[in-house]
């Protein structure tokens, strides 16, 4: 029998796209295999929640403690970790150019910015220079880090940003509600709350019958002003 003939010709379109693509390099695979294998997604989160606690460990009074010292050494390996991840994960995914590539999801800027503030406190070592200082605050936000990492905290966080946009309205009902009902206070009560500094007197008529009175009572809690009735409110 003769050769059998495909059903159809391919397209030019699929032809053109079959010499249009490369072959995937092999560093690419096998750094896929290193970033989305269990046991490397799970060292890592493992890192995060130790570096983490580490960081509350630390001692502020002494900088140069032996405890800090000992502490700066796995700070060293840990950021030292977490940058080879980000290298692996950039490898894989590419870094900006293109969809999907590393740069353009939140939570890997938030995995970025975390470990550049680990490396510039690294080089710039003098606890004098302000900048430092606000560095080495900002590695508080390394917990952050575990989001990404955890399902469940991930969906959390996606569900409140998309809440927010429904807060926002409702605050905004609110606020003319506050707004409409300190109009009204202001038009009804101004300058009608009074108040004795002596506290026996029950009536104005009493108040003032006494040398040392007040009556008047302190801004925040009347209706003396648009901006104080919202503030009571």
Known sequence: MGDVVSARPRRVSELTQMKQQKPIPKASVFCNKIVNHSYFTNSVLICILVSSAMLAAEDPLEAQSPRNTILNYFDYFFTTVFT??????????????????????????????????SLVSFVLKSDAISVVKILRVLRVLR????INRAKGLKHVVQCVIVAVKTIGNIMLVTFMLQFMFAIIGVQLFKGTFFKCNDESKMTEQECRATIDR????PEKITYKVLLNGILRL
């Open 84 to 117: 080879v991840e980000i290298t692996l994960k950039v490898v894989v995914y590419g870094l900006v150019f293109h969809k999907g590539s590393f740069c353009r999801n939140a939570f890997n800027l938030l995995d970025i910015l975390v470990v550049a503030v």
């Open 214 to 217: 007040v009556i008047h009572v």
């Open 143 to 146: 917990p952050l880090r575990a």
